[in-house]
């Protein structure tokens, strides 16, 4: 990966599900390292930063041969803290990568595509997403915490949802072979440089307060968003019983 992308991972020390969560271990390492070392393997360790608003994250980082840059503990989400952070890099990327600080089993090549596809494409900015399988179950499905989202023929994000997108009748949800596809979205991103300045200025969308998905801010402003599909699944680590589920899937690998 050339030096027209960089890579940065939010990583904030308070949360109230699981405060400290960047430096939970993870067979004995802190789990924002774990995310830095893939995300270093997808651009290069010269390519990440980790934006960070607790010395603390950034002592880990820097102790462990990443770069950390300081950034507001005022800063409302992640895409902001990347706004910020990129001000405070010597570098104008063309491609900006929000890597998720919650997801150590980032796939180093989902990284690569995010921004590959961006780099062949005229939009804005690209996501990743990945099909629903009915073995999964329709908890997994129907779940909150799982937004899903449907796509034109050219792969651009039409709408992003918490519920269940498409709609389907109950009854058909427990008819699993009838199912339409169903794609289950990953909140890690890539942006042109000029995107990501201006995405962080706009205001909250109504679509956006009601499914609590900032993403639909973007839409709604008339940004496009790619979805690149990939088959590789993900465990966002929210609270302390994340990691077990963490464990468990790692066991079955």
Not at 27 to 50: K, Q, S, T
Not at 69 to 82: D, K
Not at 150 to 166: G, K
Not at 218 to 243: E, H
Request: a negative charge; proline letters at 7%.
């Amino acid at each position: 990966m050339g030096s027209d992308t960089i890579g940065i991972i939010p990583a904030r020390y308070a949360s109230s599900r699981f405060p400290g969560k960047p430096l939970a271990k993870i067979d004995g390492r802190p789990m924002v390292c774990r995310v830095f070392d893939r995300a270093a393997e997808a651009l290069g360790l010269e390519n990440v930063y980790v934006a960070t608003d607790d010395r603390r994250i950034a002592d880990v980082v820097e102790s462990s041969g990443g770069t950390a840059v300081m950034t507001s503990g005022e800063i409302a989400n992640g895409t902001a803290r990347c706004a910020a952070a990129l001000k405070q890099v010597d570098r104008r990327p063309d491609f900006i990568i929000n890597i998720q600080g919650d997801e150590p089993m980032i796939a180093p090549e989902d990284i690569r595509r995010l921004a590959d596809a961006l780099r062949e494409s005229d939009a804005g900015i690209t996501t990743l997403a990945r099909r629903f399988e009915p073995e999964e179950g329709i908890d997994t499905l129907i779940s909150p915490d799982n937004p899903k989202v449907v796509m034109d023929c050219r792969n651009n994000a039409l709408y992003f949802s918490r519920a269940v997108l498409p709609h389907v009748s109950p009854a058909s949800l427990k008819r699993p072979i009838h199912l339409p596809p169903f794609y289950l979205h990953t909140g890690t991103y890539a942006f042109r440089r000029e995107v990501l300045n201006e995405i962080v200025t706009l205001p909250e969308a109504e679509l956006e307060k009601a499914e609590r998905l900032e993403q639909l801010r973007w839409l709604a402003a008339g940004y496009r968003i790619k979805i690149v599909i990939t088959d590789n699944k993900t465990i966002s680590i929210d609270t302390p019983s994340d990691l077990e589920k963490l464990y468990e899937a790692t066991r079955q690998i």
